[in-house]
C-alpha cells in the first residue's frame, strides 16, 4: 500500500509509545478471519456511536466522553499487546467495507476522523507532538523572542475567546492562515503578516486535517485496488464479509428474545398500541383493516412477533383470523400456513429466521400496496405527521422527530418518538423493532410495579 | 449567480440624489446614452491597464510566461439591452479592446480564471466534474451602503451623502489594514462602485490562489456581530487584537467625530432609545432616558445634544461604581454596531463570483468607477468623481489643444489613471516578475538536481 517508515518512526519519537496510530501503512500481520470480522464489528460500534453522538447534536465535551467511553468498550483486548493491532486491523478491514462507494467513502471518513480528534485531545502533549512530527509537519515552534513579542496579542486571544484562559499556552506554532481555516474563521489565533499563531491546544485542527486528507486519498485507492484486484481475488473468503458488513445489524440478537412472557392472543392489541414501534403498528393496524398483507409486510410483522413470543399456533391462529374474512379459511391454509411455519423453521430449510432489524427495514423498497418498511423513511411528511398525532406525538416534540427525518436520520425520529410516548429517555437510541418493544415493556413494567 | 443581476435588480428601487452635474461651458448634456460610452471607451478607457493587469505578468517574454492565462479568464458584458453576455475571452489587449469598443456594453464585470478558455467550456463540460471549473481568482469585497440603512438617518437605499460617506471611509480603513497587516497581503485595489459603495480586490498571489473554505474563513473572520441591536452578549472578556485595534484606530474616531453629530444618534426619543436597548441593564438606561427627556424642555446648551448624551452614556458605564466588564464593552459594542464595516459575505466566499471593472461607467449615475487609494480616503467625496459627460465636456475642450499623448491625460480621469498605474499597476507587475524569474530557477534547480542522481 505504502512504504513503512519504520525508521522514521524511532527517530522521531523516542521515548513516547505512541498508541494512537496515523494509519500510514496496511499491516503485515497475520489476521485470523474470525478477527477479521469481529474486530471490525467492534470498531464499527463506536464509529456508529459517533455518528449516532454527531446527529444528537452533542457538544464537543460530550463527545469526547461517548468516544472515550465507546473505544474503552469496544475497542479493548483481553491481551494488551494486541490492543494496537486490533485498532489496526479493525481499521484496515473497515476501509475495505467503505471503499465501495462515494457514500459510504463520506461516511466512513466522516466518522473516523471524527474518532481520530477525540482520540488526539484525549492524548497528553508528549503524544501529541510525537503525533505531530510524525505527521511531518513543518511547522516551527515560535522561539522564545518571538513569542514574547506576541505575547500580550496571544493573551487577548485567549482571553477573547472564553472566561477560562486556558493555563497560558507557552508553545505556540506559525503556520501559514490558509492552513487552518476554521480557526481564522471563528477568530480563534491572532494572525500577523500571513501567519497564524496556533496555540498547543488547537493543534489538533492542524493534525485533523493532514488525518483527514490523507485517509480521503487512501480510500479513493483502496477503492481502486479492491474493484480491480481484492473484490474477485478474494469471493470466496473475504468478499462476502466486507459486503455483508457495511449493512450489517450491530445490536443484540432478538431472534431467540423471550425476555418476556410469551404474549398471547388476547393480549396482542392492547400490547400493540402501547409497546409496538411505529412500522409494526402499521403494519398490524393495515391488516386489521384489510384482513390481508403483502409478502413483505408477512415477512416483517410476522417475524416480530414471533420474537416478541407468539408461539406458532397463536401465530396461526392469529394470522388465519385475520385473512379468512378475505381469502377463506381454506385458502388460507393452503397458501398462507406454509409462509408461516416456515418463519418458525418447520417448513423449508427449517432454519429459524431472525426478525428484521431497523437498518434492514429503513433501506427495503416497499411498493404500491406495500405496507412494510420504515414510516419515518417511506411516509410522506403529511402521512407521517398524521401518525404521529394518532400515537400522541405532537408540538414540540413532533417538529423534533420532523427535523430528525428531514435530516434522514429515520432511527432518531423513532428514538425520539419513543422517547415522547414514553416520557423516558432511550439513551441506546432504537436500532430495532424488538428492542423498542423490549425497552417499552420495561418500562411499563416499572411504572405498574411503583404505582 | 453573476453579481450584476441583483445589482441591477436593486438599482432600479431608487434614483440617486446626488445629481444633477452642472455642465461646464462646453456643455455635453447630462446624463448616460450609448453614445457618449461609445466615445469613452474609444478615446478614455484605459484597456491596456486592463489587459496588463489581468495578465499578472504572463503577457512577458519570459520562458515561464503562461500565454494562455490571460485567454482563460472570464469576462462578462451588459449590453444596453439588457442582453447579458457571460463567458467572454480574450487572447490580447487588442481583441479584448476591439470587442469592448464594439460591444459597448454598459456594464463589463470580470470573473475568474479557469482552467481552460471559457468561451469553448462546452466542450470540456462534459469531460466528467473537473472538465470546466475556476482555478484563481481575486479575493474580492463588495460594501453597500444599502446594508447601513438601520444605522443612518440621512439617506436610504441607494443615495448617499457625505453624512453616510463616511460609513464608507471606515469600511476601506478597517479591511485595508487587516488585510495587509494580518493576512500579509501587499497589493490592494478600493474602487468606487459609482454609486453606493466601494469593491476591494486583493491581487497578491496567494490571494488569487485560496479555495471557497479559505474565502470564507477570510470573511468570517471580518464578520460583524451577529446581535448587533440586542442587548450586548457578555462573550469573552477582551476583543480580538484585530477588532481591538479597528476599534481604537478608526471606529472609535470616526464614531465619535463623524457619525454622531452627522446622523444624530442621539437626537430624538426613537433614536436614543435604539441605542438604550442595548444596554442590559434596566437602573441605567432609565435614569439617562430621565435625564433626557427633561434635557429636552430646557435645551438652551449650546454643545450638540448627540456629544452630551454620548458623553452621559459613557460615564454612566464606564465609572468605577457599574459592575465590571460587562458594561464597558457596551460602550465599544454600541460603536460596532453603528460603525463596523458590513460586508457582503457571499461575494467574498466564492472563486466564481462576478465583480464590475474599475473604469466602468455606472449607468444610473453617470459616474466612472475610479480607484480610492487608501492611505487617503477620508478625502474621497462621491459627489465629485467624474461623470461621464463631464469627461466629454473636458475632452471637448482639450481637443482644441490636441498635443499628441494619452486622451484621458486632458481629463480629469488623468489622476485616477496615474494613481491606478503608479500605486497598484506597478508595484504589482514587478512581484509578478519577480515570482516568475524565481519559480523558473527554482525549476531549473529542481531538474539539475534530479539529474545528479
Ligand atoms: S426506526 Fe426501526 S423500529 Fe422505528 S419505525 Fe423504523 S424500522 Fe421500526
Ligand atoms: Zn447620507
Given at each position: 500500500m505504502e512504504i513503512v517508515r519504520?525508521?522514521?518512526?524511532?527517530?522521531?519519537?523516542?521515548?513516547?509509545?505512541?498508541?494512537?496510530?496515523?494509519?500510514?501503512?496496511?499491516?503485515?500481520?497475520?489476521?485470523?478471519?474470525?478477527?477479521?470480522?469481529?474486530?471490525?464489528?467492534?470498531?464499527?460500534?463506536?464509529?456508529?456511536?459517533?455518528?449516532?453522538?454527531?446527529?444528537?447534536?452533542?457538544?464537543p465535551d460530550e463527545m469526547e466522553i461517548l468516544v472515550r467511553d465507546m473505544w474503552k468498550k469496544n475497542m479493548s483486548h483481553p491481551q494488551a499487546s494486541e490492543v494496537v493491532n486490533k485498532d489496526i486491523i479493525s481499521h484496515f478491514v473497515l476501509r475495505l467495507v467503505y471503499c465501495r462507494t462515494e457514500e459510504l467513502r463520506k461516511w466512513f471518513l466522516s466518522m473516523e476522523t471524527t474518532l481520530f480528534r477525540y482520540r488526539f485531545r484525549l492524548e497528553g502533549h508528549e503524544v501529541q507532538r510525537a503525533l505531530m512530527a510524525e505527521f511531518d509537519l513543518p511547522y516551527k515552534i515560535v522561539s522564545n523572542a518571538e513569542f514574547e513579542s506576541v505575547k500580550e496579542k496571544l493573551g487577548q486571544v485567549a482571553r477573547s475567546i472564553g472566561p477560562y484562559s486556558s493555563n497560558a499556552d507557552t508553545i505556540y506554532?506559525?503556520?501559514?492562515?490558509?492552513?487552518?481555516?476554521?480557526?481564522?474563521?471563528?477568530?480563534?489565533?491572532?494572525?500577523?503578516?500571513?501567519?497564524?499563531?496556533?496555540?498547543?491546544?488547537?493543534v489538533v485542527s492542524l493534525v485533523v486535517t493532514q488525518f483527514r486528507s490523507h485517509?480521503?486519498?487512501?480510500?479513493?485507492?483502496?477503492?481502486?485496488?479492491?474493484?480491480?484486484?481484492?473484490?474477485?481475488?478474494?469471493?470466496?473468503?473475504?468478499?462476502?464479509?466486507?459486503?455483508?458488513?457495511?449493512?450489517?445489524?450491530?445490536?443484540?440478537?432478538?431472534?431467540?428474545?423471550?425476555?418476556?412472557?410469551?404474549?398471547?392472543?388476547?393480549?396482542?392489541?392492547?400490547?400493540?398500541?402501547s409497546s409496538f414501534p411505529l412500522c409494526m403498528r402499521h403494519l398490524f393496524e393495515k391488516l386489521r383493516e384489510d384482513h390481508h398483507l403483502k409478502h413483505g409486510g408477512r415477512m416483517q410483522l410476522g417475524l416480530f412477533l414471533k420474537s416478541v413470543g407468539l408461539t406458532l399456533d397463536d401465530a396461526l391462529a392469529f394470522w388465519k383470523a385475520e385473512f379468512s374474512p378475505k381469502v377463506g379459511a381454506e385458502r388460507f391454509d393452503k397458501e398462507y400456513a406454509y409462509g408461516i411455519r416456515h418463519n418458525y423453521g418447520k417448513e423449508g430449510k427449517r432454519m429459524d429466521y431472525t426478525p428484521y432489524s431497523c437498518q434492514k427495514i429503513i433501506s427495503s423498497t416497499p411498493g404500491v400496496g406495500d405496507h412494510?418498511?420504515?414510516?419515518?423513511?417511506?411516509?410522506?411528511?403529511?402521512?407521517?405527521?398524521?401518525?404521529?398525532?394518532?400515537?400522541?406525538?405532537?408540538?414540540?416534540?413532533?417538529?423534533?422527530?420532523?427535523?430528525?427525518?428531514?435530516?434522514?436520520?429515520?432511527?432518531?425520529?423513532?428514538?425520539?418518538?419513543?422517547?415522547?410516548?414514553?416520557?423516558?429517555?432511550?439513551?441506546?437510541?432504537?436500532?430495532?423493532?424488538?428492542?423498542?418493544?423490549?425497552?417499552s415493556q420495561?418500562?411499563?413494567?416499572?411504572?405498574?410495579?411503583?404505582? | 449567480m453573476p453579481r450584476g443581476e441583483s445589482e441591477n435588480g436593486r438599482d432600479d428601487m431608487l434614483i440617486d440624489g446626488c445629481e444633477p452635474e452642472q455642465p461646464r461651458g462646453n456643455s455635453v448634456p447630462d446624463g448616460f446614452n450609448t453614445n457618449y460610452l461609445k466615445v469613452y471607451y474609444g478615446k478614455l478607457f484605459p484597456h491596456h491597464d486592463i489587459f496588463k493587469w489581468m495578465s499578472y505578468g504572463?503577457?512577458?517574454?519570459?520562458?515561464?510566461?503562461?500565454?494562455?492565462?490571460?485567454?482563460?479568464?472570464?469576462?462578462?458584458?451588459?449590453?444596453?439591452?439588457?442582453?447579458?453576455?457571460?463567458?467572454?475571452?480574450?487572447?490580447?489587449?487588442?481583441?479584448?479592446?476591439?470587442?469592448?469598443?464594439?460591444?459597448?456594453?454598459?456594464?463589463?464585470?470580470?470573473?475568474?480564471?479557469?482552467?481552460?478558455?471559457?468561451?469553448?467550456?462546452?466542450?470540456?463540460?462534459?469531460?466528467?466534474?473537473?472538465?470546466?471549473?475556476?482555478?484563481?481568482?481575486?479575493?474580492?469585497?463588495?460594501?453597500?451602503?444599502?446594508?447601513?440603512?438601520d444605522v443612518r438617518y440621512c439617506c436610504s437605499g441607494a443615495d448617499v451623502c457625505l453624512d453616510c460617506w463616511p460609513l464608507m471611509t471606515v469600511a476601506v480603513k478597517v479591511i485595508d489594514t487587516t488585510l495587509r497587516d494580518d493576512f500579509g497581503f501587499n497589493h490592494v485595489l478600493w474602487v468606487y462602485s459609482g454609486r453606493r459603495g466601494v469593491h476591494c480586490w486583493v491581487c497578491d498571489e496567494k490571494a488569487r490562489r485560496l479555495n471557497n473554505e479559505q474565502r470564507a474563513a477570510i470573511a468570517d473572520y471580518f464578520r460583524g456581530n451577529e446581535n448587533s441591536h440586542k442587548k450586548v452578549s457578555l462573550t469573552g472578556h477582551a476583543l480580538h487584537p484585530f477588532l481591538a485595534r479597528s476599534y481604537t484606530e478608526v471606529l472609535k474616531g470616526f464614531f465619535e467625530e463623524k457619525l454622531l453629530s452627522s446622523q444624530n444618534l442621539f437626537s430624538n426619543e426613537e433614536r436614543f432609545e435604539k441605542i438604550l436597548e442595548m444596554i442590559p441593564?434596566?437602573?441605567?438606561?432609565?435614569?439617562?432616558?430621565?435625564?433626557?427627556?427633561?434635557?429636552?424642555?430646557?435645551?438652551?446648551s449650546k454643545e450638540d445634544i448627540n456629544v452630551v448624551r454620548w458623553g452621559q452614556l459613557k460615564q454612566m458605564l464606564q465609572s468605577g461604581k457599574q459592575k465590571g466588564q460587562g458594561l464597558r464593552r457596551c460602550v465599544e459594542e454600541i460603536v460596532f454596531s453603528y460603525a463596523y464595516p458590513r460586508l457582503d459575505m457571499e461575494v467574498s466566499k466564492h472563486m466564481n463570483h462576478l465583480l464590475k471593472a474599475p473604469f466602468c461607467i455606472h449607468p444610473k449615475t453617470g459616474r466612472v468607477c475610479i480607484p480610492i487609494d487608501p492611505n487617503h480616503c477620508e478625502e474621497f467625496d462621491p459627489t465629485t468623481v467624474p461623470t461621464l459627460s463631464k469627461l466629454?465636456?473636458?475632452?471637448?475642450?482639450?481637443?482644441?489643444?490636441?498635443?499628441?499623448?494619452?486622451?484621458?491625460?486632458?481629463?480629469?480621469?488623468?489622476?485616477?489613471?496615474?494613481?491606478?498605474?503608479?500605486?497598484?499597476?506597478?508595484?504589482?507587475?514587478?512581484?509578478?516578475?519577480?515570482?516568475?524569474?524565481?519559480?523558473?530557477?527554482?525549476?531549473?534547480?529542481?531538474?539539475?538536481?534530479s539529474l545528479s542522481w
Open positions: 519504520s525508521q522514521k518512526r524511532t527517530l522521531a519519537a523516542p521515548i513516547v509509545v505512541l498508541t494512537l496510530p496515523l494509519y500510514r501503512s496496511a499491516p503485515s500481520l497475520e489476521v485470523r478471519l474470525e478477527d477479521f470480522e469481529l474486530f471490525a464489528i467492534d470498531r464499527l460500534r463506536v464509529l456508529k456511536g459517533i455518528s449516532d453522538g454527531l446527529s444528537r447534536g452533542k457538544k506554532f506559525k503556520v501559514p492562515f490558509e492552513e487552518v481555516p476554521e480557526l481564522v474563521a471563528s477568530r480563534r489565533v491572532f494572525i500577523l503578516k500571513g501567519h497564524a499563531y496556533v496555540a498547543m491546544h488547537q485517509l480521503s486519498k487512501a480510500l479513493v485507492l483502496t477503492n481502486r485496488k479492491w474493484t480491480s484486484t481484492i473484490r474477485e481475488r478474494e469471493k470466496d473468503r473475504l468478499t462476502p464479509i466486507v459486503e455483508a458488513l457495511s449493512t450489517s445489524y450491530l445490536g443484540p440478537d432478538y431472534s431467540q428474545a423471550r425476555e418476556f412472557a410469551e404474549i398471547s392472543l388476547k393480549d396482542i392489541d392492547q400490547v400493540a398500541k412494510h418498511g420504515c414510516p419515518f423513511r417511506h411516509f410522506s411528511e403529511e402521512n407521517l405527521r398524521a401518525a404521529l398525532g394518532k400515537i400522541g406525538v405532537a408540538n414540540h416534540a413532533m417538529e423534533d422527530v420532523i427535523d430528525k427525518v428531514r435530516n434522514r436520520h429515520y432511527q432518531l425520529a423513532c428514538t425520539l418518538t419513543f422517547e415522547a410516548v414514553h416520557g423516558s429517555s432511550c439513551d441506546a437510541g432504537i436500532n430495532h423493532p424488538n428492542q423498542y418493544f423490549i425497552d420495561k418500562i411499563l413494567q416499572k411504572n405498574n410495579s411503583t404505582v | 504572463n503577457d512577458g517574454k519570459h520562458p515561464a510566461c503562461d500565454r494562455s492565462y490571460f485567454g482563460q479568464r472570464e469576462f462578462s458584458f451588459t449590453l444596453d439591452n439588457d442582453i447579458y453576455l457571460r463567458f467572454q475571452s480574450f487572447n490580447s489587449a487588442s481583441e479584448l479592446e476591439n470587442s469592448i469598443n464594439e460591444k459597448c456594453p454598459v456594464k463589463i464585470d470580470i470573473g475568474p480564471v479557469y482552467n481552460v478558455d471559457p468561451a469553448k467550456r462546452h466542450a470540456y463540460a462534459q469531460a466528467g466534474d473537473n472538465g470546466f471549473a475556476p482555478v484563481e481568482r481575486e479575493l474580492i469585497f463588495d460594501v453597500d451602503i444599502t446594508d447601513y440603512d441593564d434596566e437602573s441605567i438606561t432609565s435614569e439617562l432616558r430621565g435625564k433626557w427627556q427633561e434635557s429636552r424642555r430646557s435645551s438652551i466629454l465636456g473636458e475632452l471637448n475642450m482639450g481637443g482644441v489643444k490636441a498635443d499628441g499623448g494619452d486622451e484621458w491625460d486632458k481629463t480629469s480621469l488623468g489622476k485616477s489613471v496615474r494613481y491606478f498605474r503608479s500605486s497598484f499597476l506597478q508595484p504589482l507587475l514587478k512581484s509578478c516578475k519577480e515570482k516568475i524569474e524565481s519559480s523558473y530557477s527554482a525549476k531549473l534547480q529542481e531538474s539539475k538536481n
